[in-house]
């Protein structure tokens, strides 16, 4: 399961220009810090300039800073403004046809755990991205736990 | 945002084999229900096999039929056992260098919500997907509204 690099970089962008609020950054200098290509820093610098996360002043000298306070950039608003689509199973698309359709519950089961996902993204603003880690970690509590990763299959207890 | 079709697929072919508990069948015909290619099949097949939810009788006349009753199939443990990584950024690898690692709360949000997304399934059994639609509809209430899709950057309200 994958997010798009684009809201992996979008996320960790935001991070950058954030932790230098008393001057403009400038793409190259993001790709340097992250050791990922300017090509792809300018298309994902210019979505969320169109999304409204982003302010840019060109020319010499230019460069972004946010366009919004970092408590104000809500975490799930940013990864739904870049994600090209959440259609985790093809029959979340529309168009899908599918000999099921009508009579299937697992449209309603991806979607929930998709609106579980998004939902713990919009507790957090790019203000908790960019907290010490050592104090938020006590805050982030049981969910930094990687208990997602185990891959034994287990029965269902009911 | 996507599961691999393997997950989307391995669901799918799960819930006709547990729509036929009275007989074995077969790859082609679960190819030719849902227009998925047989080798594909294949592949989920024997993964599903090997992960203990299916079983397989070689030969004449053979199939597969479900390992253990749908009650007992929990689609958190299906997708864990189906999907490849849960790396939805890249810092959630091993052995990602960044700089910020050590210092950046995103692998901690990120595996929050994850977890959510994974505990999500978790409450689900293939018994589940195999429920009439209408009776599902009332039980999965208000996560299968897809809120999710809301692409408007919006601020947040803190």
Not at 119 to 147: C, E, I, K, M, W
């Amino acid at each position: 399961m994958r997010l798009t690099t684009m809201s992996d970089y979008a996320m960790r962008l935001l991070m950058y220009v954030g932790q230098h609020p008393e001057r403009l950054c400038t793409i190259s200098e993001v790709a340097r810090a992250y050791d990922i290509s300017e090509a792809h820093l300018m298309k994902i610098t210019h979505q969320l300039g169109l999304a409204g996360w982003l302010e840019t002043v060109r020319g010499k000298g230019g460069g972004m800073r946010l366009a919004a306070a970092p408590e104000d950039i809500n975490l799930g608003a940013v990864v739904r403004s870049i994600e090209p689509d959440f259609f985790l199973v093809d029959c979340l698309a529309s168009g899908t046809v599918c000999l099921l359709t009508g009579n299937c519950q697992l449209t309603g089961i991806v979607s929930g755990a998709l609106q579980s996902f998004m939902q713990h993204f919009d507790r957090y603003t790019l203000a908790d991205l960019l907290a010490p880690n050592t104090a938020g970690a006590a805050r982030l509590g049981p969910s930094t736990q990687p208990v997602i990763f185990r891959k034994r299959p287990i029965l269902a207890a009911n």
